[in-house]
């Protein structure tokens, strides 16, 4: 006990430069939990389980921008094992313009609700929506990120099929397996068919079924079914098809995790310099501390454990401070935006503090007193602008509807950062500490650091 | 006066350990910084070298990339007499039909693909093409089902390779060529002949047109005659400004480039905070005899500004040395506007070694500038007493 509040006092000792260490390791864990969430999102979502699983997509095996004749439907349904199929085109439309990106099927509307199970919708919504040709059901987030309402008429601006359709909200579902879902806008199929002079042609089918150990067999047959035809199918998982798009983007597991190890190696290097030079000042103590009959081992301890919970602290910072941000972010940018200036505040708070401190002189001439009020002022709008800017980047990304949707820190990735954090701490003080603790008592004190 | 540079080079090298670990963690920062900011210019230079002013390229009105568009024959017809097309070697108009077709191919060594674009092209596909080179092989002949290949895609996709059959529409195709085309996206493409490809995927009309103007001002007349025509509803645009549109695809690698910087300069910076403050803690005696022997705070302060900076232009230096060695790697990533694969090249261009440089000074200067500000206000009377 008393070695831990030694430990505590030697970290406090010099608090600035504590500070700034701890800073620095926290800054880096930020970066480092933000990657292996990115990594962790793209490559191990969390809703691989239950009705996703039960899922299959048909596309040409050409490639997602071919299409199939619409009646590979009927083939298809009649593959033993399918439960149900309906058609699913991308319509790729624009709201608007092009900053305002969201997904938008056109769907068969019939056996929908079947396919998508995990969707909530009421059931006259449902019933209104299959009923009239030209409406379209909407996922929540969505809706309230564009302020829509039941019954208003959007215009999409097709950007790969040469037509505008007009479409009336008829329905909002949910989907509580996966809220990033909801930023889709389904309609009907047979209303985009219709606009294209019915050419009858069909991106992919969105296939459901009988159960989870069929699901391997029942792609296989389907792909059987149009084999050697001028239209053959890849049939695989939603998973896999997802996996397809983000192995489109290249080797980005390759990049996120070479930049991670860039990162963590720059920690050590910051904590490895700060706990050589503390400790390196402190050699005449270590001596004392042997002369009055310290063990080795014990003085060890105190040094490594000093440099560990240093590391800790950034790290807990850092990675707690992470998932904090990300959650506030989310929680607040698609219904009450104006929580930003509170983010950006708390940004600004500790800058401008920081620029206080730092600014600190011995001197009292006025001059120097006005540098430090202009650099308190200029710290806090530096801050303010850091987190105006970060809260609206992150936010414009997180709910744009691609992979990062419902972006936020697995608790995993917390583990594993408070972990780096732990090992940073540790080798990066082992070496100036071992050799501090092995010096001679009478060399020490004679040291002049 | 200032205070000689020599005072804080000794320095420095007296404390080679703090200064080395110090420069080292710029060093990463800039690396890294160096490297992201490559990737984001060998997409963006890829994109912006292609397309020629004097290539005009029509296409079905609305549609936002080749890839979507299509133009029927009879439109075709219409385009290629338009006024202000070049002639070519055999006299006829250079407009050329030109098929895009996207299939999904594997990358080597990989089980999942990406899209890649075939474009089947007419009589002077290369024609219109200065930076097409034929490097493999021959060219393709029509009829024959034969196709070339860049050379960074036969490189990158399996079964790419000159004498390499592959399977994509009705059947197997033989790679005959391989060819290069400057920077450009050409370099991430498959061509074939038109009518063999529309025939192939059983197309009915041509994807788009292209034709090469006489001069500028011959572009502005195609332009005007293809949007007055009322049977065609096209779009023109030259190529040069199509590709030019694209380059924002290079903008999430920026931004995230940024972003990791940022946070690693942060990082780094209060680094050579605590290496300076400690510096100054340590020589603190040294400072006051400066001030005593009648140095001012001024030169106090740029001295140790000074030290900081000399501590991260190596570490700048390095960073830009270890981010060299990527500079022409061959990399590919799907550009969203086509939803096609673009492959194309890190650069490191002496410009953005300039970047990274400056980028370490910063750091310096902001992890160097407080210290030093503390060291210039010392007081005589207690520094020399410490």
């Known amino acids: 006990m008393k070695l831990l509040s030694l430990m505590w006092k030697n970290a406090l000792r010099n608090s600035r430069r504590t500070v700034l260490t701890i800073l620095s390791i926290a800054v880096s864990i930020f970066l480092i939990s933000t990657l292996e969430a990115i990594i962790s999102a793209i490559y191990h979502p969390a809703n691989t389980q239950g009705s996703a699983q039960l899922t299959l997509v048909t596309h040409r095996a050409t490639g997602i921008t071919q299409a199939m004749p619409a009646s590979y439907r009927e083939r298809i349904a009649a593959v033993p094992g399918v439960k149900d199929v309906i058609a699913q085109n991308w319509f790729g439309g624009q709201y608007i313009d092009a900053s305002n990106f969201f997904a938008n099927f056109a769907v068969d509307t019939d056996e929908f609700a079947q396919v998508f199970d995990e969707y909530h919708i009421a059931p006259d919504q449902l019933a209104a929506w299959k009923n009239e040709r030209t409406a379209a059901i909407v996922g929540k987030e969505l809706m309230d990120k564009y302020h829509w309402t039941l019954g208003q008429t959007i215009t999409l601006k097709g950007t790969i099929y040469p037509v505008n359709p007009e479409l009336t909200i008829r329905g909002v579902y949910t989907d509580p397996t996966d809220p990033s879902q909801e930023l889709t806008l389904y309609f009907h199929y047979d209303y985009l068919n219709e606009m294209l002079d019915e050419s009858s042609q069909v991106g992919s089918f969105t296939v459901r079924v009988d159960n989870a150990e069929d699901v391997p067999k029942v792609a296989q047959r389907i792909d059987a079914v149009f084999h050697n035809s001028p239209f053959e199918t890849k049939t695989e998982t939603v998973e896999a098809f997802r996996l397809g798009f983000v192995s489109m983007l290249g080797n980005l597991n390759f990049l996120l995790s070479a930049i991670s190890l860039a990162v963590v190696f720059t920690i050590l290097l910051i904590v490895g310099n700060t706990m050589a030079m503390s400790i390196r000042e402190r050699t005449g103590e270590v001596a004392v501390l042997k002369t009055l009959g310290f063990r080795r081992k014990t003085i060890l301890w105190l040094l490594v454990g000093e440099a560990l919970v240093v590391a800790l602290l950034g790290g807990v910072v850092g990675a707690v401070g992470a998932k904090f941000v990300y959650w506030f972010i989310q929680a607040t940018f698609t219904t009450a935006k104006p929580l930003g200036f509170v983010f950006a505040l708390l940004i600004a708070a500790p800058s401008a503090y920081g620029a206080w401190a730092l600014f600190g002189s011995p001197s009292a001439r006025i001059g120097v007193k006005i540098v430090r009020y202009a650099a308190t002022i200029l710290g806090a709008i530096i801050g303010f602008a850091v987190g105006i800017i970060f809260y609206m980047a992150v936010g414009g990304i997180t709910t744009s509807g691609f992979f990062l949707a419902n972006f936020s820190i697995p608790l995993l990735v917390v583990a594993g950062c408070l972990g780096v954090a732990a090992a940073v701490g540790i080798v990066s003080s082992i070496f100036p500490a071992l050799r501090a603790s092995g010096v001679k008592i009478a060399e020490a004190l004679r040291y002049v650091g | ?206 994807t788009e047109v292209v034709a090469r103007a006489t001069s500028p001002a011959a572009v502005k007349q195609i332009e005007d005659e293809a949007n007055n025509d009322r049977r065609l509803h096209l779009k023109t645009e030259t190529e040069l400004a199509y590709y030019q549109t694209q380059t924002s695809a290079a903008a999430p690698i920026k931004g995230f480039g940024i972003f990791i910087a940022v946070l690693m300069a942060v990082g780094a910076s209060f680094a050579a905070m605590n290496t300076m403050y400690a510096a100054v803690a340590r020589r603190t005696k040294e400072i006051g005899t400066l001030r005593a022997v009648g140095f001012s705070r001024r030169s106090v302060l740029f001295s140790f500004v000074l030290e900081s900076v000399v501590i991260a232009l190596i570490g700048g230096i390095i960073g830009c040395l270890i981010a060299l060695p990527v500079n022409g790697i061959t990399t590919g990533t799907t550009n969203f506007t086509t939803f096609s694969e673009i492959t194309f090249n890190f650069r490191v261009t002496p410009e953005l070694f300039i970047v990274g440089i400056i980028f370490a000074l910063l750091m310096g200067l902001f992890g160097g500038f407080f210290p030093a500000w503390r060291a210039s206000h010392e007081s005589i009377v207690t520094a020399l007493r410490s």
């Open chain 2, 1 to 206: 006066m200032a205070i000689p540079l020599k005072y804080n080079l000794r320095n420095l090298i007296v404390r080679r350990t703090t200064t080395l670990t110090t420069a080292l963690s710029i060093t990463l920062t800039v690396a890294v910084f160096v490297i992201l900011m490559a990737l984001a210019g060998g997409l963006q230079s890829a994109l912006t070298a292609t397309g020629n002013p004097l290539n005009v390229m029509i296409m079905r009105e609305g549609s936002q990339s080749e890839a979507v568009s299509f133009v029927s024959h009879e439109n075709y017809q219409i385009i290629r007499y338009l006024h202000g097309i070049a002639t070519d070697k055999s006299g006829n108009p250079m407009a050329d039909p030109e098929e895009i077709i996207l299939v999904n191919f594997k990358r080597i060594g990989q089980t999942q693909g990406s899209n890649v674009t075939i474009r089947g092209v007419g009589p002077d596909g290369a024609a219109l093409r200065p930076e097409f080179q034929l490097v493999e092989g021959r060219m393709f002949r029509p009829g024959m089902r034969e196709v070339i290949v860049s050379k960074q895609l036969s490189e990158r996709f399996q079964d790419c390779a000159l004498g390499d059959k592959i399977k994509f529409a009705k059947g197997y195709w033989t790679v005959v060529g391989i060819f290069t085309a400057g920077r450009s996206a050409y370099n991430s493409e498959i061509w074939t002949n038109v009518d063999d490809l529309a025939a192939d995927f059983d197309r009915p009309d041509y």
